[in-house]
């Protein structure tokens, strides 16, 4: 853990938008690849699962939240090693937590949350 981080740290929902590990009834987790998909500009926070964080700004993403960034700062998870880089990729597999600006919900599309698999 970063050493800035307490154990029981919880991100605050309304400071911005955020996908990351289900939290009960959040509607942000039904919509992970549509909200990353209408955040491509955007800039962002990713928090892999081990602890290394990258700031930048999302050029694309894939079907399996694969992520290309721009302009990123990676943070080691020990918080004591900075690399700025001018682009990298993010392997889906291997991310914890994404958070990006509140007026990405403006642009999600309303009809993404209809099909969800839904029976009869």
């Not at 960034?69 to 998870?77: E, Q």
Request: proline share 8%; aromatic share 4%.
């Amino acid at each position: 853990r970063r050493a800035q981080s307490s154990p029981n740290h919880q991100p605050n929902p309304r400071s911005a938008s955020s996908i990351g590990e289900p939290t009960g009834g959040d509607p942000l987790t039904m919509l992970p690849l549509s909200l990353l998909r209408a955040a491509s500009g955007s800039p962002m926070l990713v928090e892999l699962k081990g602890g290394d964080t990258y700031n930048g700004r999302l050029v694309n993403c894939d079907g399996w939240m694969n992520l290309n960034l721009r302009d990123v700062v990676c943070t080691s998870a020990d918080g004591e090693k900075f690399w700025r880089m001018r682009e990298c990729y993010v392997r889906g597999s291997s991310v914890k937590y994404v958070r990006l600006p509140d007026d990405v919900l403006d642009r999600v599309p309303e009809d993404d949350g209809r099909h969800r698999g839904t029976s009869g």
